[in-house]
């Protein structure tokens, strides 16, 4: 029973079994799994990656090299060729965040802690959605999550929030307070995208009894908190009919540029938050964080992720008890996690995204036979590219999301090719124990023993029922 | 005849890579002298039994009259060649192909993937990481050169760099039409992949990559004949490559194998008619070897098809063969005389024709054949007389 809760540790909580790694857990599953809930379990160096301000810096002066034409100033042709290189340089830096991120999933021993940030990482997507976003995504993640997800979930939402990577994912640093005189005198205005999103997606969830007046009031409070550079030294100027230089320094910084704020007190959800502008939107924040509906939201997504597409109530009722008695702890609602009996069925219920099957694949057989070549393409031709979430919900995280003909047709021809990547050596009825032990059903089993090459053994243990699902 | 390269074969749209590590180096300086060896590896475990069946063996009905062709070619001994096969049948009554009917590497096991890599690395029971060929090319008495046709390098030519190409039809690497049927099988309790595996299949069809007859296509007997042209071309080219490894899938006929040998048998014998053509002249000089990990099951099982089995066939053919024999000794097929009671006993040790290929269609008469590239193999001597 141990060594069948071991492989189910390793591929359902952690992202799949490196070898020797079934055995490790056999111990004491539970264990194995709880020892990688602690604070930086999830933090990564990011050396040799950009940081957000480096790339803000990058891009600052890049735009004096190929912003508008002055007199001296390179000319189309020059400036054409400035273009291209700045978005060469934006995909090399996203494939570089690419592999690093499947780099270190693929090796991490605590790869509960790797899914748990990836989890959180989804719940607060941003998106390579345009060259802006491109250099953002990664060092969003790094810096915004990682650090936080074994922390309280507030302190999640407003490291999250609170990011250049989401402010200007989600125009929060272009909403200015309608009734501000840069508004009045720039034509701009209030954006309600953040305010929706952190409402609907993020915390209380869609028809949980907020209204679009909640929506506008807690953008307004959020109006203000901006991303430091020269368009918010312009913006902010604007109102004081001089300049704000201060405001550039240090491009990539997140400040409260209080000319922005619409002034007064704002109502959400029947409470006001009056008071100091700059503390409006923390204080909307703390509400929403520990509120019941947020807590049922996360507790159902966390299900659904942990247990079943359709999760029992039972288990979305004590992942809810979890998050309220802890105020949103999130090492005690990861350690409840780990102790749901619902999500230790022998069943495999969770049909993996092309992500977790490329990650649990290299894990299993080494990146270099899992990926081959430019990795960013291979998540593509899987319809899963890192850091490229469709729209601000993230990724789909159930099983009809995956599965249509022509996804699984792709995952056998990428079965396929891995399978003649494989090691010589390393037998597919080897490679099957080392992967899924005694998740792999006998008749799995006798498939992959009975092929007529490795090549086509390694194929069907790949896109096993069992290897498909975790 | 065709002016053809390995840049050609790019500009076509193909997969090719060269793993050469000896720049400059000139094919065919060595004692080959224009002579070409071509290794076929039928992988899963062809019937040898059906494709050249001892008609006048009293047991062989007995033990699977539904496996024998009613229509099978008479050739010589008592052996018949299957209906599906008449090119090779010719070259059989032209001399230019000969029939190993029991033979087997040292390997007594039957798992596909310790015999095939066994068979090609040349070892008795640990599987090396470098194969024989390419052992052999480096002992070679001056530079040769090989091409691989198959989605991967195989075991045989892996190992220390050696001048080494290889090259598979651009439709690759999809999987086979065997790998489906098994997938399929996999997903019987499994409602969400087996209906969208179906409906990717059947969405192929329509797409016309894959003949409606549910066979062909996808690495399987359709890519036969084009694998076995693309090895004739390189050969075929000046300053080409003297040696030829192509991998044909699809032989593990545990279920309605008569239907699914028909086709494999025919493709096959039109893929070497295909060869012989894009070699035109070179044909002469060339020696042909097509050879299962191993046989299999005398007796037919229940599903209409055998399992896996010891004892195996190997086709030999080519203009430099001394054709229209059938080499090695008949050891019957009374149950007494099978293998653990049901499989056919290998009369030949395939490392003997390797040995014998080697050592005189290429020239490499080398005290090495007995060590370091087939280890402990001295009591398989070459196999004399083949060409």
Same mark, same amino acid.
């Given at each position: 029973m141990s060594r069948l809760a071991a492989a189910i540790a390793t591929s359902r909580f952690g992202l799949g079994a490196r070898p020797g790694e079934i055995s490790d857990a056999a111990g004491d599953p539970r264990g194995w799994l709880e020892a990688q809930i602690r604070p930086g379990a999830a933090v990564v160096s990011g050396e040799g990656l950009l940081s957000t301000q480096e790339v803000f810096a990058a891009r600052i002066a890049d735009a004096s090299m190929a912003g508008p034409r002055e007199a001296g100033e390179p000319d189309e042709e020059a400036r054409r060729a400035i273009q291209q290189r700045i978005q060469r340089e934006a995909r090399e830096g996203l494939q570089k965040e690419v592999e690093a991120r499947t780099r270190h999933a693929a090796s991490t021993p605590a790869s509960f802690a790797e899914r748990w940030l990836r989890f959180w990482a989804n719940h607060f997507t941003v998106a390579a959605r345009n060259a802006q976003m491109i250099g953002l995504v990664g060092p969003y993640e790094r810096e915004a999550i990682r650090p936080h997800v074994f922390g309280r979930f507030s302190g999640l939402l407003g490291n999250a929030v609170f990011h250049p990577g989401m402010l200007v994912f989600l125009d929060a640093a272009r909403s200015i307070g309608p009734s501000t005189i840069p508004a009045q005198r720039r034509d701009a205005g209030l954006n309600e995208n953040l305010a929706r999103e952190i409402l609907?997606?993020?915390?209380?969830?869609?028809?949980?009894g907020y209204t679009q007046e909640d929506i506008v009031e807690f953008a307004k409070a959020l109006t203000g908190w901006t991303v430091s550079g020269p368009q918010t030294a312009r913006l902010a100027a604007a109102g004081r009919g001089g300049r704000a230089p201060e405001l550039a320094n240090e491009p990539g910084r997140v400040l409260f540029v209080a000319p922005l704020h619409e002034p007064g007190a704002r109502t959400v959800l029947g409470k006001v938050h009056g008071g100091e502008g700059k503390l409006q939107a923390a204080s909307i924040l703390d509400v929403l964080a520990v509120h019941p509906a947020t807590a049922r939201l996360i507790a159902t997504k966390l299900a659904r992720h942990f247990v079943a597409d359709v999760p029992p109530e039972s288990a979305i009722a004590k992942l809810e008890a979890s998050f309220l008695s802890s105020g949103g702890d999130l090492a005690v609602l990861a350690r409840a996690v780990i102790h749901l009996d619902e999500a230790w069925q022998p069943e495999q219920q969770k049909f993996k995204t092309p992500e977790e099957l490329l990650v649990s694949a290299a894990r299993a057989a080494g990146a270099q036979a899992a990926f081959g070549g430019a990795q960013r393409q291979v998540y593509a031709s899987l319809a899963q590219a890192p850091f490229s979430a469709p729209s601000p919900a993230g990724w789909a995280d159930d099983t009809a999301a995956w599965s249509g003909a022509d996804a699984v047709k792709k995952r056998l021809e990428w079965a396929n090719a891995v399978s003649r990547r494989m090691v010589r050596g390393l037998s597919p009825t080897d490679f099957l124990d080392q992967a899924l032990g005694e998740m792999a059903g006998q008749r799995t089993r006798q498939a992959v023993a009975r092929a007529e090459s490795a090549e086509q053994g390694f194929t069907l243990a790949l896109m096993s029922p069992e290897f498909q699902r975790r | 005849m065709t002016m053809l390269n390995r840049r050609s074969l790019l500009l076509t749209g193909c997969a090719a890579t060269l793993v050469s590590v000896a720049p400059g180096a000139r094919a065919d300086t060595g004692g080959a002298q224009g002579r070409k060896l071509v290794i076929i590896i039928l992988r899963g475990a062809m019937d040898g039994l059906a494709a050249l069946p001892k008609i006048d063996d009293a047991d062989i009905r007995g033990h699977r009259a539904a496996l024998v062709d009613p229509g099978a070619i008479k050739l010589s001994d008592g052996f018949a060649l299957h209906s599906a096969m008449p090119g090779l049948a010719a070259m059989y009554s032209a001399n230019e192909a000969a029939f190993v009917p029991a033979i087997a590497g040292p390997y007594r096991e039957r798992s596909h993937f310790a015999a095939q890599d066994l068979l090609e690395c040349g070892e008795i029971s640990q599987v090396s990481a470098d194969g024989w060929l390419n052992r052999a090319m480096l002992k070679a008495p001056g530079v040769y050169a090989a091409v691989s046709i198959g989605p991967s390098q195989p075991l045989i030519l892996r190992g220390a760099p050696v001048s080494a190409t290889s090259w598979s039809p651009p439709v690759l690497p999809e999987a086979s039409e065997d790998t489906l049927q098994r997938l399929l099988d996999l997903y019987e309790h499994d409602m969400v992949l087996k209906t969208s595996l179906s409906a990717a299949v059947g969405a192929d069809m329509i797409a016309g990559s894959?003949? *409606?007859? $549910?066979? +062909? +296509?996808? +690495? $399987? @007997? *359709? #890519?036969y004949v084009p694998q076995l042209e693309a090895a004739g071309k390189f050969l075929a #080219? @000046? #300053? +080409? @490559? #003297?040696i030829a490894v192509v991998s044909l899938e699809g032989w593990d006929t545990h279920i309605g194998q008569n239907q699914a040998l028909q086709q494999r048998f025919a493709a096959l014998d039109n893929g070497i008619a295909a060869m012989k053509t894009q070699l035109g002249d070179i044909w002469k000089k060339t020696a042909v070897m097509a050879i299962s990990e191993f046989g299999r099951t005398v007796r037919i099982n229940g599903g209409g098809g055998t399992d896996h089995g010891t004892g195996g066939l190997a086709i030999l053919a080519g203009g430099a063969i001394k054709g229209g024999r059938m080499l090695g000794d008949w050891p019957g097929l009374k149950s007494s005389a099978l293998f653990e009671d049901r499989d056919l006993r290998p009369a030949v040790d395939a490392r003997s024709v390797f040995k014998g290929l080697l050592r005189d269609q290429l020239g490499w008469a080398s005290a090495d054949l007995d060590t370091a590239i087939f280890r402990d193999s001295v009591a398989a001597k070459a196999m004399g007389g083949l060409v």
């Open positions: 609907e997606l993020h915390t209380l969830g869609v028809g949980s | 894959m003949k *409606a007859d $549910g066979m +062909g +296509g996808r +690495g $399987g @007997p *359709a #890519q #080219q @000046p #300053q +080409g @490559p #003297q």
